[in-house]
């Protein structure tokens, strides 16, 4: 059974940058040999092609080689104090500047929240999640994130609206390699590896993740759960 799940993520990912690949060097080739006869509307329009896909070869190996070293044990991890809501807001800016036409509905605790964990793993797992949201809101173009306490976690809530998650899937969503049909539509790409990165980055900062989703209502909600910040954690190590 792994055997063929890697069988068909190495399928995967071939197609993945096979497809990438393909368009830039298409594109560069067409600016080329036209290049005297493309209008800069044209030009613009290619060249923006060309830095998407590449973006998205750089995104793939990344998640390649976050997989490789959470395999290994060999990711480092740097506690520290982070404020919560701060982090959020600097997320939710960065994933907007690729996702321009959502809205981004920012309900933060008001309370001051602060967690000890690692600040770029926490902003990785953040944008990794508040991009899916996007990708796979369908017609919804409105994403809801709330940042709150419960007990010994900050909690961020990252929720979009017009798809759902069946409940056998939700056991095995963050498994690597594995993907979602009900969720990801044939019109996303990706490798499948996105989740499953963000839950061993959670895992390792002794926090948790959790989904609920309902087809009745149509939407998806992801939690993610960071112990809150004390002075006597400091003393403890994160697990690596």
Same mark, same amino acid.
């Given at each position: 059974?792994?055997?063929?799940?890697?069988?068909?993520?190495?399928?995967?990912?071939?197609?993945?940058?096979?497809?990438?690949?393909?368009?830039?060097?298409?594109?560069?080739?067409?600016?080329?040999?036209?290049?005297?006869?493309?209008?800069?509307?044209? &030009?613009?329009?290619? @060249?923006?092609?060309?830095?998407?896909?590449? =973006?998205? !070869? *750089? /995104?793939?190996?990344? %998640?390649?080689?976050?997989?490789?070293?959470?395999?290994?044990?060999?990711?480092?991890?740097?506690?520290?104090?982070i404020?919560?809501?701060?982090?959020?807001?600097?997320?939710?800016?960065?994933?907007q500047?690729?996702?321009?036409?959502?809205?981004?509905?920012?309900?933060?605790?008001?309370? &001051?929240?602060?967690? @000890?964990?690692?600040?770029?793993?926490?902003? =990785?797992? !953040? *944008? /990794?999640?508040l991009? %899916?949201?996007?990708?796979?809101?369908?017609?919804?173009?409105?994403i809801?994130?709330?940042?709150?306490?419960?007990?010994?976690?900050?909690?961020?809530?990252?929720?979009?609206?017009?798809?759902?998650?069946?409940?056998?899937?939700?056991?095995?969503?963050?498994?690597?390699?594995?993907?979602?049909?009900?969720?990801?539509?044939?019109?996303?790409?990706?490798?499948?590896?996105? !989740?499953?990165?963000?839950?061993?980055?959670?895992?390792?900062?002794?926090?948790?993740?959790?989904?609920?989703?309902?087809?009745?209502?149509?939407?998806?909600?992801?939690?993610?759960?960071?112990?809150?910040?004390?002075?006597?954690?400091?003393?403890?190590?994160?697990?690596?």
């Amino acid at each position: 059974m792994e055997k063929n799940i890697k069988e068909e993520f190495i399928s995967t990912l071939s197609h993945e940058i096979r497809t990438p690949l393909t368009s830039i060097k298409g594109f560069s080739q067409t600016m080329l040999s036209s290049w005297d006869k493309l209008s800069d509307e044209k &030009k613009k329009e290619f @060249l923006n092609i060309i830095l998407n896909q590449s =973006q998205r !070869l *750089i /995104n793939l190996v990344e %998640n390649v080689l976050n997989v490789a070293k959470i395999d290994s044990d060999s990711e480092n991890f740097i506690p520290v104090k982070i404020d919560v809501n701060q982090i959020t807001q600097n997320c939710i800016n960065i994933v907007q500047m690729a996702h321009k036409d959502f809205i981004f509905k920012f309900e933060q605790s008001k309370n &001051k929240l602060f967690s @000890l964990a690692d600040n770029d793993k926490t902003q =990785q797992i !953040l *944008i /990794n999640i508040l991009d %899916n949201a996007a990708k796979y809101s369908n017609n919804s173009k409105v994403i809801e994130i709330k940042t709150f306490n419960k007990n010994d976690y900050n909690i961020f809530s990252i929720k979009n609206y017009g798809s759902y998650i069946k409940d056998e899937d939700i056991k095995k969503i963050f498994d690597k390699f594995y993907r979602v049909e009900s969720y990801i539509s044939s019109a996303t790409q990706g490798s499948g590896l996105g !989740l499953y990165i963000a839950k061993n980055l959670i895992d390792k900062m002794n926090g948790k993740i959790e989904v609920i989703s309902s087809k009745e209502e149509m939407f998806c909600e992801f939690q993610i759960y960071l112990p809150v910040y004390e002075v006597e954690k400091l003393t403890k190590n994160i697990k690596i």
